[in-house]
């Protein structure tokens, strides 16, 4: 046996483990986005959607009344923090069996929403009943975490 066979098969054999290892990195890479685009998209993402369109629902109330009162205010209140209560657990928790990172990430915008909306609500000096007022106070904070959120996870899922 001559040099160039052995240094031949020293490379066909260093080409095989690094296949190999390619091989399990890739799989595991996959396996990972697999798991979140099934949970995701195909089991939980409708309770997504209900509870932007729950949260709308309930909220398009203040636009309607000019003279809302602090008992309204404070049954609205209540109501969307159920909505949210329920999104944590049908939506947002699933997320802690697949990245702990990504779930407190979103819990945090989900927070921070529900505080802009109720910093909204209670504020005196807020009109929510103007439609300028509730589209940038609500509405489009509603938007921008929705977006956000799906942002999030699909970066996380890639």
């Given at each position: ?99 702990k ?35 940038d ?11 956000d ?10």
């Open positions: 046996m001559n040099v160039l066979d052995v240094i031949y098969k020293i490379a066909m054999i260093v080409i095989a483990i690094a296949n190999i290892g390619f091989s399990v990195y890739i799989f595991i890479t996959n396996h990972k986005r697999d798991l979140t685009k099934t949970l995701v998209l195909d089991h939980i993402s409708p309770y997504f959607y209900v509870f932007f369109e729950n949260l709308d629902k309930e909220l398009s109330v203040l636009k309607d009344k000019k003279d809302s009162t602090t008992k309204q205010k404070q049954t609205i209140q209540q109501n969307i923090q159920r909505e949210e209560r329920a999104f944590e657990q049908q939506f947002i928790d699933i997320f802690l069996c697949i990245d990172d990504l779930h407190r990430e979103l819990k945090a915008k989900i927070d921070a929403l529900m505080d802009g909306i109720s910093e909204a609500i209670f504020d005196e000096g807020i009109n929510l009943y103007v439609e300028n007022q509730y589209n106070k609500i509405k489009n904070q509603m938007i921008i975490t929705k977006s959120i799906l942002n999030l996870i699909l970066k996380r899922s890639r």
